[in-house]
């Protein structure tokens, strides 16, 4: 009795809620977040400097109504975005399912090979394709940026489903081929909607990152196939506008909006990014 | 038997065949043509020419190449270790905490945000008119704007910023499957709370540990972006020499040979990684059994307190 007490003595004080660990992580969210915290204050000022003078909403009137370019960006990128990440939800699926409960011959080489474009640096996934491309003479453009995009989501789609596959009962699958379903039939009606969150969750991981992404799609872009990011690359080089702090704060709440949509998924994201 | 497993490989085959035609076309074949590329001679107007040649890697050696190479890899070194100092607690506290979801959320959106967005974000508190600045002039610490941006420091800090969350998640998720009564156990046996953390806690977490190393240290490594955006001439990565090499110099090649290199240090940080993470799992298997035969003993303990009590 006298030893359990001491013992739970010991443990609440070892979750104090200010301790050292705490501390830590309190100041990495501050740190996170302060850089947002100032470009959202700077798109409600009037100036175009840094000084701040009077709340104004003048940037994002000219995001909205004076900035065809960037809406054009954006909906290149919303294309590449949706097309790739749904080629890469189907491919990266199918082989996880295919890899989870299957021996055959090429699976070590599929499995390993998945991993590598999750670690490689950008910049050398972006050369190799560039290369690629001009080796086989495909003009660049949206065709040769979503196939780059594809490529690089892959691997989160597999490691995401995969991970789905570690929780589900095999024996399930089993029991409907025993009871005279159809190889379609089992995919469809049993493995699919088990495994929809994981499929979920590699669709809005690929989505987010080809929105985001900025190395590889600036090599594997042509002429009036830009990106957004590739716009905000070209206005911060060239002439930093305001309209880019009224784009960040959009984009931020665009951010937290699918963040919290997806908020049953953060966990088995956190686990695989 | 037999009939069983050629039908286990029809199936599996059918299914990840397209997934392994897309990464052997799209992903296999242009760094096998990178691999070639390094071992020819250049082009004239950019391109190769069809003759073999080890120009490339000598001119890696080059001094001003390996002098970049080294500061590739101080800057990696010391941002991979920032992001550690922040990453390893915060895991830890998340994972004690009762509001993950929350916790997560925090982590998640700033990492979700467009990277260029972040990166102008640090440009305009760093810069010489930036928020930081009017700051330290506002509160009469300094008079004029001081030279933050553009430096060496200022890449590590951006650096630091960029992927600390690429560590804090792999930790998080590893030590929440940690089961912290353990440390609790050690302290009873006498051990310091720091003896208890690096003897118990951290051989249970190695492979997450490995896998937030790797996931930091090869993306700063190659990165290219923030040393283009916010570096001096101080702070030029191999990433940057890569870039250029294409796109300037027109140097295919040696474009190449970077990359060969860089793409083979990814490769070994792989298998580390798949090696380790089997290992951290067979520590987790063990100590899983550990805990169940644990509640075992204490199952029993309990029956045996219930019968003195019926015979009292």
């Known amino acids: 009795m006298n030893l359990s007490s001491s013992h739970r003595v010991h443990r609440i004080n070892e979750r104090r809620w200010f301790s050292t660990s705490n501390i830590i992580l309190g100041l990495t969210i501050t740190f996170l977040f302060l850089p947002l915290f100032v470009v959202v204050l700077y798109s409600?000022?009037?100036?175009?400097?840094?000084?701040?003078?009077?709340?104004?909403?003048?940037?994002?009137?000219?995001?909205?109504?004076?900035?065809?370019?960037?809406?054009?960006a954006f909906y290149n990128s919303a294309v590449v975005a949706l097309t790739s990440g749904l080629t890469a939800t189907i491919l990266g699926a199918l082989a996880a399912i295919g890899i989870k409960w299957n021996r055959f011959r090429g699976k070590a080489y599929i499995a390993t090979i998945s991993y590598l474009p999750m670690v490689l640096p950008e910049?050398?996934?972006?050369?190799?394709?560039?290369?690629?491309f001009s080796w086989i003479r495909m003009p660049l453009g949206m065709f040769t940026i979503y196939v780059a995009h594809t490529t690089f989501n892959l691997p989160f789609v597999f490691l995401l489903v995969g991970a789905r596959l570690d929780e589900f009962d095999y024996s399930t699958i089993e029991a409907a081929r025993d009871l005279g379903a159809s190889e379609t039939q089992t995919l469809w009606k049993v493995v699919v909607p088990s495994i929809m969150p994981g499929i979920l969750s590699g669709f809005l991981m690929s989505v987010t990152m080809s929105l985001e992404d900025f190395v590889i799609t600036f090599f594997v872009s042509g002429p009036g196939s830009g990106t957004l990011p590739l716009y905000v690359y070209s206005m911060i080089r060239y002439g930093v506008s305001p309209v880019i702090n009224a784009l960040s704060f959009v984009m931020i709440v665009g951010t937290m909006l699918l963040a919290w949509v997806f908020r049953r998924f953060l966990k088995t994201i956190a686990a695989n990014s | 038997m037999s009939g069983q497993s050629r039908r286990e490989a029809r199936r599996g085959l059918a299914y990840s065949a397209p997934m392994g035609l897309w990464f052997t076309i799209?992903?296999?074949?242009?760094?096998?043509?990178?691999?070639?590329?390094?071992?020819?001679?250049?082009?004239l107007y950019g391109g190769v020419t069809g003759e073999f040649s080890l120009v490339a890697y000598q001119q890696m050696f080059n001094p001003s190449f390996g002098r970049i190479v080294l500061r590739t890899i101080w800057i990696s070194i010391v941002s991979t270790f920032g992001c550690f100092v922040f990453a390893l607690p915060a895991g830890y506290a998340m994972a004690r905490s009762k509001h993950q979801t929350l916790l997560l959320f925090l982590i998640i959106i700033p990492f979700w945000t467009n990277s260029l967005i972040r990166i102008y974000a640090w440009i305009s508190i760093l810069s010489r008119e930036g928020f930081l600045n009017q700051m330290l002039m506002k509160l009469g610490i300094i008079n004029e704007g001081l030279q933050m941006i553009y430096t060496q420091g200022s890449v590590i800090?951006?650096?630091?910023?960029?992927?600390?969350?690429?560590?804090?998640?792999?930790?998080?998720?590893?030590?929440?499957?940690?089961?912290?009564?353990?440390?609790?156990?050690?302290?009873?046996?006498?051990?310091t709370k720091l003896q208890a953390l690096v003897k118990v806690l951290f051989p249970q977490i190695r492979g997450g540990m490995v896998t937030a190393l790797i996931f930091t240290f090869i993306p700063i490594f190659g990165s290219?972006?923030?040393?283009?955006?916010?570096?001096?001439?101080?702070?030029?990565?191999?990433?940057?020499?890569?870039?250029?090499?294409?796109?300037?110099?027109?140097?295919?090649?040696?474009?190449?040979?970077f990359s060969v290199v860089l793409t083979f240090l990814s490769m070994i940080g792989v298998l580390w990684m798949l090696s380790s993470n089997r290992h951290s799992e067979k520590l987790n298997a063990a100590s899983k059994l550990q805990d169940t035969t644990q509640q075992g003993v204490e199952k029993r303990v309990h029956l045996h307190h219930q019968d003195d009590g019926g015979k009292a």
């Open chain 1, 44 to 72: 409600f000022n009037d100036s175009k400097g840094m000084a701040w003078t009077q709340p104004s909403l003048r940037w994002y009137r000219d995001l909205f109504f004076s900035s065809p370019a960037l809406w054009k």
């Open chain 1, 123 to 132: 910049v050398i996934i972006g050369i190799s394709m560039l290369i690629f």
């Open chain 2, 26 to 43: 799209f992903f296999v074949l242009p760094l096998t043509i990178i691999l070639i590329y390094s071992f020819l001679k250049r082009g």
């Open chain 2, 157 to 191: 800090l951006v650096l630091i910023y960029m992927f600390v969350p690429f560590a804090v998640l792999p930790l998080f998720t590893t030590i929440d499957k940690f089961d912290f009564s353990l440390l609790d156990a050690a302290r009873d046996l006498g051990a």
């Open chain 2, 224 to 257: 290219y972006t923030v040393p283009l955006l916010v570096g001096g001439k101080d702070s030029t990565m191999i990433g940057n020499i890569i870039v250029d090499q294409v796109n300037k110099t027109r140097n295919w090649p040696l474009a190449a040979a």
